[in-house]
């Protein structure tokens, strides 16, 4: 446990054996076995952050935001449970389910009369590696009824770092698709200005 301690430190360091670490990592084998029924048992929820446009005060746009509300201990916190769902290999799956999910609502709120702006989805790096993500894609819009223009991918920096070639085949399928794609937490790895110019971002969240 400690030398996994180590290794989520960064490497390169020691960490010794705590009392503490023993309650986490516990916590941590319960709620990864209680994520696996999450979805079948419609825990998992989404909200929706609205993009404000400072200028006008309109709805710009909105984020979709993954919430898992644990049926014994209330809302579990992203920070907790999305690193678990990856580490599991369970965020493929609940990747898949938030895409649908946030089409379906935004069908549902056009149906309704309401004009929806954009909603940008948040991919996670395993999502983003799969070579089958761009057909994924296009298989819940055409299955929700949903235009391109209304969704947006946003990865994070770090995911354009590794076999970049791959990266721009990716990007280039979802882009010709008509899905915005956004850069979140720009500046918070190694990234510049300049390199961007190889893939086609269309917005940068700093």
Known sequence: IAMYHAKESGRSNFQFFSAMMNEQATEKQALSGDLRHAVERNELFLAYQPVVDMGSGDIAGMEVLLRWRHPVI????????????????????????????????????????????????????????????ADTIASILAETGVESRYIGIEITESMLVQNIDEVVETLLKISNMGLEISIDDFGTGYSSLSYLKRFPINKLKI
Do not use: H, T
């Open 74 to 133: 209330g809302l579990v916190s992203p920070v907790k449970f999305i690193p678990l769902a990856e580490d599991s290999g369970l965020i493929l799956k609940i990747g898949e389910w938030v895409l649908r999910s946030a089409c379906e609502q935004l069908r549902e709120w056009q149906k309704q009369g309401y004009e929806v702006p954009r909603m940008a989805i948040n991919l996670s790096a395993k999502q983003f590696r799969q070579k089958s993500l």
